[in-house]
């Protein structure tokens, strides 16, 4: 079965600004996210990449950009059902301010029962992300051979979310990984079980230096959405 790569889109607008986008539109990369993106075309140059799959979202499609104009033949597949979580009411807010909201506790303790109003439940987002991952990987396999690697880019929660569940872990335990900016995830699937090759990889390790507590989740907790990486 084939290896999945994984990349977060890189920093955004709104995770400088400490906003949960969501699928509030126009949330484009800022500058470090488009020199991260810049970078990823030599970061990815070993992998015969079969095909890149994204989520809708302009964040995304910013950051596959580079790696498109340097593989003009890779066949570009949008997919729904891995962008952002629909956070509904929650969007566009600021995570500082939705710290203190009651659903915060739900969302970082029991992230299988929390549903956001107006928006979807992290189960749900949890289901659909991974069934697109299942359909995505029999359709490679299909097309490219069981040894083929392919590459899909999405957000934060829908990573981790992926990460769990190749893992075996609970839903209630995603919230204990952690994915920054264009960052690179390795899923090899089998026929029996998968295994996370790679978690995280931003091959840089300024993200792991102490800073300020501004992006709205509390020392225990995690960024809903995803960390917005290093400064």
Same mark, same amino acid.
């Given at each position: 079965m084939p290896m999945l790569i994984l990349v977060r889109h890189g920093r955004s607008t709104a995770n400088t600004a400490g906003v949960l986008a969501g699928w509030t539109p126009g949330v484009a990369l800022d500058e470090r996210g488009t020199a991260q993106a810049a970078a990823l075309p030599g970061r990815l140059a070993g992998l015969p990449l079969a095909a %890149?799959?994204?989520s809708p979202l302009q964040r995304c499609r910013e950051t596959l950009a580079p790696l *498109? =104009? +340097?593989?003009p033949e890779l066949p570009l597949h949008p997919? !729904?059902?891995i962008g952002e979580c629909h956070?509904? !009411?929650?969007?566009?807010?600021? *995570? =500082?301010e939705l710290a203190d909201e009651p659903l915060m506790n739900i969302v970082q303790q029991h992230p299988s029962a929390a549903a956001f109003p107006g928006g979807e439940s992290m189960r749900a987002m949890h289901a659909r992300a991974v069934? =697109?991952?299942r359909d995505w990987n029999a359709r490679i396999e299909s097309e490219h051979g069981s040894d083929a690697v392919y590459l899909m880019c999405s957000h934060g929660d829908i990573i981790k979310a992926l990460v +769990? !569940? %190749?893992l075996g872990l609970h839903l209630d335990l995603f919230q204990r990984i952690s994915v920054e900016p264009c960052s690179v995830? %390795?899923?090899r699937y089998t026929p029996t079980r998968p295994f996370l090759v790679r978690l995280g990889d931003t091959g840089d390790f300024a993200g792991l230096a102490p800073r300020e507590e501004n992006s709205g989740h509390r020392g225990g907790d995690a960024a809903v959405g995803g960390d917005a990486g290093a400064p």
């Open positions: %890149a799959v994204t *498109l =104009a +340097a593989r997919e !729904d059902r956070y509904g !009411d929650w969007s566009g807010r600021k *995570l =500082a069934e =697109a991952v +769990a !569940d %190749a995830t %390795a899923i």
